[in-house]
């Protein structure tokens, strides 16, 4: 069974930073895909990042393009999501979630933020940011 746990979430100054980080347990994560999402008081779930664990590569929503960076710690079985020059419209609970790419294969960039296409999500941590 997998299990993925957030941890990291707190409340930052606008232009602050934050790291959060999801342990994943349960299996080996080879041809899987790990992500984060977020979803705002009353907004849809949408993407933030997402990271491709055999090759390392990474996709990110426009809104958080060179503001925020996923990495991955396979030793460790860990997926950090570093947030930088945080704004207040990025106050959401984040969610990571992992996506069997053997059953759900990236058709392309974009499909990378199909959350619908992800199998295992972790209860989410609060990320508030002040103004």
């Known amino acids: 069974q997998v299990q993925l746990v957030e941890s990291g979430g707190g409340l930052v100054q606008a232009g602050g930073s934050l790291r959060l980080s999801c342990a994943a347990s349960?299996?080996?994560?080879?041809?899987?895909?790990l992500g984060w999402f977020r979803q705002a008081p009353g907004k849809e779930r949408e993407f933030v990042a997402t990271?491709?664990?055999?090759?390392?590569?990474?996709y990110y929503a426009d809104s958080v393009k060179g503001r925020f960076t996923i990495s991955r710690d396979n030793a460790k079985n860990t997926v950090a999501l570093q947030m930088n020059s945080l704004k207040p419209e990025d106050t959401a609970v984040y969610y990571c979630?992992?996506?069997?790419?053997?059953?759900?294969?990236?058709?392309?960039?974009?499909?990378?933020?199909?959350?619908?296409?992800?199998?295992?999500w972790g209860q989410g941590t609060q990320v508030t940011v002040s103004s």
């Open positions: 979630a992992c996506r069997r790419l053997s059953l759900r294969p990236l058709q392309s960039p974009r499909d990378a933020g199909s959350s619908n296409k992800y199998d295992y």
């Open positions: 349960g299996r080996t994560f080879n041809n899987y895909a």
């Open positions: 990271i491709l664990w055999t090759s390392g590569r990474t």
